[in-house]
């Protein structure tokens, strides 16, 4: 009887993880289409440009976080990269964000992502975001320092506050949006939930 020998299996080879520079050399827009990229953990995720409604969302949000840098709270950004940590790297684009005036100056990657972590991180919920990745997306930017996430949600029309002690506060379209970290900032919610 003659024995068979199975060859030796070769070694798994070892993922590449990319980075914050590889991130930023990557093309915006292919022949297809734009396209937007997150680096989670060192692995490129590409993403769906965001809808229309959903950028006017975003304009509306990023108008009246502008009024509170007006009062001198601080510095508002629209769709922005935040690099939340390093090794291995983690950069998402947040839909609109408040650095407040206590974290200035900003501090920027050599790529222009943001590296200083802002107090207020806002989000416009997409149709295809699950309740599950909305939660692990505001803990991750809790554990990299976000005072507050907000969550726009178009369909329930509310935004949700997501502090960092776990707490919610649900913000109806008849309420005001208010922040304890924006002393004198108050917007009517209805106003981010226009369609055009």
Not at 170 to 188: K, N, Q
Request: with cysteine; net charge negative.
């Amino acid at each position: 009887m003659s024995a068979t020998l199975t060859p030796p299996r070769p070694a798994p080879v070892p993922r590449r993880l990319f980075t914050v520079a590889d991130l930023a050399a990557l093309p915006r827009s292919l022949p297809s289409g734009d396209v937007r990229y997150e680096l989670v953990d060192g692995v490129i995720i590409p993403m769906a440009p965001p809808g229309d409604i959903h950028g006017a969302r975003q304009a509306a949000i990023v108008h009246h976080l502008y009024a509170a840098q007006l009062l001198g709270l601080g510095l508002a950004r629209g769709e922005v990269g935040i690099i939340l940590r390093r090794n291995p790297d983690r950069v998402v684009g947040a839909d609109a964000a408040f650095i407040l005036t206590a974290s200035l100056p900003v501090r920027r990657s050599d790529e222009g992502y943001l590296e200083t972590i802002p107090e207020i991180v806002v989000e416009v919920r997409s149709k295809n975001d699950s309740r599950r990745e909305i939660l692990d997306k505001c803990d991750e930017y809790h554990r990299a320092g976000v005072r507050e996430v907000w969550v726009i949600d178009p369909d329930a029309r509310t935004l949700a506050a997501h502090a960092a002690d776990g707490s919610v506060r649900v913000i109806r379209e008849a309420d005001a949006v208010t922040s304890e970290l924006l002393p004198g900032f108050s917007v009517p919610a209805a106003a981010l939930f226009a369609d055009g």
